[in-house]
């Protein structure tokens, strides 16, 4: 029977746990301290060892994670993840890393998977990480910390999927920050911002007189790159032509700059990113696939914002601090109703369009307080057409009326079974009662 020491310092949550696991027919040992462990694992050999991180006690779990992976895989838990955490556990050894509030079945399937395996894994030791700038403890995001710990000390090319905004740059930044290579360059190239002629100049430099205006040799970024990383943001978007050029200088690690005849050695590693189905493309004939497959070595996926709801909070707390210090207001703040506002809203820009969104309305607050009617407006619009959907409307649009002209239907149909209530309708719409007669006032509608 397979044994295994669980150790967390939240009385419910060990029993939990422990209850989880002896369900499957392993033997459980329970612990709420590191100490105990650690005199309970010199009288016992277990096969897996399932450990909060952050325990009340000088030791934590990466603490016993150092002292035990050697006798047996360790899983860490915790309430708090972050990218720093992920990173040094996957560092350090741990066999993996699992967020609170954790699902059954996850906590079965990644034990199984840890008692199946080999305990003598190769340990890296931790230092120098860091998350950059990266914000979130979603299991979502969570996952993305993990796989970035795992493939930010290899030489692997990386692609990085995602839709616009949700922060492509920022994991390849932190892949960089967190290799080997982080004491050199990072060096970020927009491939959808050029034409094909200047991206080719600026990719891998020119010779001297090689066009008008070459008056002197230069180096290219993948040049500048050299022993660092080198970012493609938007990779998608080049020709063919220069996807060739690409290939080339990948395959063969080595550039030629526009006009010479010489070749030359480049060390970088290439980080690339797109918001295009690359599959998709390659059947579509518009991307090459052998340039697929060499660019998608390693594959990480960026979550949209509305697959993290969680994180919301977090990230308007963090672009609180910089209109905190843009407007000179330390008490800044949103109200309860304006972050739910936010909290509902599907954010199709993602991350990108929640930072404009909170420094817009940083910027229309009067005091210290950021209520609904601060939002853009699209947001209370967008809102309002979601509270109008869960009404039978089919009286409403019957004739096709514009959008404008549907929210004002909707909004005297409102007020009528309100019966002109001005707080019942605005708890209809889901608004406050200032966003409600700002509605009005737009349409030209009478409240009394």
Same mark, same amino acid.
Not at 211 to 239: H, K, M
Not at 391 to 414: I, N, T
């Given at each position: 029977?397979?044994?295994?020491?669980? =150790?967390?310092?939240?009385?419910?949550? +060990?029993?939990?746990?422990?209850?989880?696991?002896?369900?499957?027919?392993?033997? #459980?040992?329970? #612990?709420?301290?590191?100490?105990?462990?650690?005199?309970?694992?010199?009288?016992?050999?277990?096969?897996?060892?399932?450990?909060?991180?952050?325990?009340?006690?000088?030791?934590?779990?990466?603490?016993?994670?150092? @002292?035990?992976?050697?006798?047996?895989?360790?899983?860490? =838990?915790?309430?708090?993840?972050?990218?720093?955490?992920? =990173?040094?556990?996957?560092?350090?050894?741990?066999?993996?890393?699992?967020?609170?509030?954790?699902?059954?079945?996850?906590?079965?399937?990644?034990?199984?998977?840890?008692?199946?395996?080999?305990?003598?894994?190769?340990?890296?030791?931790?230092?120098?990480?860091?998350?950059?700038?990266?914000?979130?403890?979603?299991? #979502?995001?969570?996952?993305?910390?993990?796989?970035?710990?795992?493939?930010?000390?290899?030489?692997?090319?990386?692609?990085?999927?995602?839709?616009?905004?949700?922060?492509?740059?920022?994991?390849?930044?932190?892949?960089?920050?967190?290799?080997?290579?982080?004491?050199?360059?990072?060096?970020?190239?927009? +491939?959808?911002?050029?034409?094909?002629?200047?991206?080719?100049?600026?990719?891998?430099?020119?010779?001297? /007189?090689?066009?008008? /205006?070459?008056?002197?040799? @230069?180096?290219?970024?993948? *040049?500048?790159?050299?022993?660092?990383?080198?970012?493609?943001?938007?990779?998608?978007?080049?020709?063919?032509?220069?996807?060739?050029?690409?290939?080339?200088?990948?395959?063969?690690?080595?550039?030629?700059?526009?006009?010479?005849?010489?070749?030359?050695?480049?060390?970088?590693?290439?980080?690339?990113?797109?918001?295009?189905? $690359?599959?998709?493309?390659?059947?579509?004939?518009?991307?090459?696939?052998?340039?697929?497959? @060499?660019?998608?070595?390693?594959?990480?996926?960026?979550?949209?914002?509305?697959?993290?709801?969680?994180?919301?909070?977090?990230? =308007?707390?963090?672009?609180?601090?910089?209109?905190?210090?843009?407007?000179?207001?330390?008490?800044?703040?949103?109200?309860?109703?304006?972050?739910?506002?936010?909290?509902?809203?599907?954010?199709?820009?993602?991350?990108?369009?929640?930072?404009?969104?909170? *420094?817009?309305?940083?910027?229309?607050?009067?005091?210290?307080?950021?209520?609904?009617?601060?939002?853009?407006?699209?947001?209370?619009?967008?809102?309002?057409?979601?509270?109008?959907?869960?009404?039978? $409307?089919?009286?409403?649009?019957?004739?096709?009326?514009?959008?404008?002209?549907? *929210?004002?239907?909707?909004?005297?149909?409102?007020?009528?079974?309100?019966?002109?209530?001005?707080?019942?309708?605005?708890?209809?719409?889901?608004?406050?009662?200032?966003?409600?007669?700002?509605?009005?006032?737009?349409?030209?509608?009478?409240?009394?």
């Amino acid at each position: 029977m397979k044994k295994i020491l669980v =150790v967390d310092d939240d009385k419910a949550s +060990c029993e939990l746990l422990s209850e989880i696991l002896t369900n499957q027919d392993w033997k #459980v040992e329970m #612990v709420n301290t590191p100490e105990k462990a650690l005199i309970l694992s010199n009288q016992i050999d277990f096969d897996l060892v399932i450990s909060d991180i952050n325990l009340e006690s000088s030791l934590s779990g990466l603490d016993l994670l150092k @002292r035990l992976r050697e006798k047996s895989p360790v899983i860490l =838990v915790t309430g708090f993840g972050s990218l720093e955490t992920a =990173v040094e556990a996957t560092r350090e050894g741990a066999w993996d890393f699992i967020s609170k509030p954790f699902k059954v079945d996850e906590i079965i399937a990644t034990a199984k998977r840890a008692l199946e395996q080999n305990a003598g894994a190769e340990i890296v030791p931790a230092k120098n990480f860091t998350s950059g700038a990266m914000v979130g403890s979603s299991p #979502v995001m969570i996952e993305l910390y993990k796989e970035i710990a795992r493939v930010a000390p290899t030489r692997s090319t990386v692609l990085i999927l995602g839709e616009s905004g949700t922060g492509k740059e920022l994991v390849a930044r932190a892949v960089h920050q967190n290799s080997p290579r982080r004491d050199k360059n990072f060096v970020a190239v927009n +491939c959808g911002a050029l034409a094909e002629s200047l991206l080719e100049a600026e990719l891998f430099g020119h010779a001297k /007189g090689s066009f008008t /205006g070459a008056n002197a040799d @230069r180096r290219g970024l993948w *040049e500048e790159a050299d022993g660092g990383t080198l970012f493609l943001d938007e990779i998608g978007e080049t020709s063919l032509a220069m996807q060739v050029k690409l290939l080339r200088a990948l395959q063969e690690g080595e550039i030629r700059r526009v006009g010479s005849t010489q070749n030359k050695q480049v060390d970088a590693r290439i980080i690339a990113a797109t918001n295009r189905n $690359l599959e998709a493309e390659v059947k579509a004939g518009n991307f090459r696939e052998d340039l697929f497959y @060499r660019l998608s070595v390693v594959t990480l996926t960026v979550p949209p914002l509305r697959e993290r709801p969680a994180d919301i909070a977090v990230l =308007v707390e963090k672009f609180l601090q910089t209109a905190r210090k843009n407007t000179g207001r330390e008490n800044l703040h949103f109200s309860a109703d304006a972050l739910k506002t936010l909290a509902v809203y599907e954010w199709k820009g993602n991350v990108r369009e929640l930072e404009s969104a909170v *420094e817009y309305a940083a910027l229309r607050a009067r005091g210290g307080k950021i209520i609904t009617e601060d939002l853009p407006v699209k947001l209370l619009s967008d809102t309002f057409k979601q509270a109008a959907t869960r009404f039978h $409307l089919a009286e409403l649009y019957a004739d096709l009326p514009s959008l404008d002209e549907l *929210e004002k239907r909707y909004l005297l149909h409102v007020l009528e079974k309100a019966n002109h209530n001005r707080t019942k309708a605005a708890e209809i719409l889901g608004v406050d009662r200032r966003t409600l007669y700002r509605m009005a006032e737009r349409f030209k509608i009478q409240m009394d």
